[in-house]
C-alpha cells in the first residue's frame, strides 16, 4: 500500500479476531510510532502490550472501577466490565509521560505527541492487514485503572489501541469536503 492511499484509506475496525499481530507485525508498529513528531526529542509515551490473561488483569481493573464508581452495580455488569478487553486478542495501553515545567515543551505538547505516536501505530497496524481501533471510555480517565496498570504521577493514559485481525467488513468511509475546513490566506 503506498503512503497516500494509506493516510486517505485508513479504517478503524473494532470487530476484532485472532491471532494477535506477530513480533515482527508489533516492531513494525513501534518503530511508527517512535517516528511520532516530537519538540525537543523527549519521546514522551510509552506503551503496556497487553495479551492473553494479561486482557483478564485489565478487565479485573475494569470491573473494580465500575464497582467504585457504583457499589450496588449488579454482578452482570460487573461481569461485561471484565470481558471488555477480550474483544481483541492483544490491546496496547499508549501512556503519555509528561515532564512538568518545561516553558518549551508545556504538557499538551507531550500529550499531543503521544497521541501522534497512537495514530502512527494504527496506520502501521491498517498497513499490514491488521485491524486496529482507539478506544478510550471511563476506563482510560479512571485513576484506579491507571494504579492498577502502574502509571506513575506524571505519567496519564491516552487510550488503548484495541489489535487484531479485522473480523468484518469496514465501513464505509464518511463523506467530507477538504474546502469545508480549510480558510486561506494568501
Ligand atoms: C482519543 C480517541 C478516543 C476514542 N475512543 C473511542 C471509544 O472509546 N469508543 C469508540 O467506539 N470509539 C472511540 N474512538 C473513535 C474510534 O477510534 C474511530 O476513530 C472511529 O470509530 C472512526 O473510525 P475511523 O477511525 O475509521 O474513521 C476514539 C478516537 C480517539 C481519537
Redesign the pocket.
Known sequence: MDAMTLLHE???M?KLAGPAPSAEQLDAIYRAALRAPDHKEMTPYRFIEISGEGLDRLGELFARSDYQANPHIDDGSLDAARKKPRRAPMIIAVIARITPDLPKVPPVEQIISA?CAAHAM?YAAFAQGLGA?????TY?HDRTVWRGLGLGEQEEL??YLYLGQPGGRYPD?PARNPADFVERWS
Do not use: E, F, N
Open positions: 485508513r479504517r478503524s473494532g497521541g494504527l481501533m482507539w478506544r478510550t471510555g482510560a491516552i487510550g468511509a
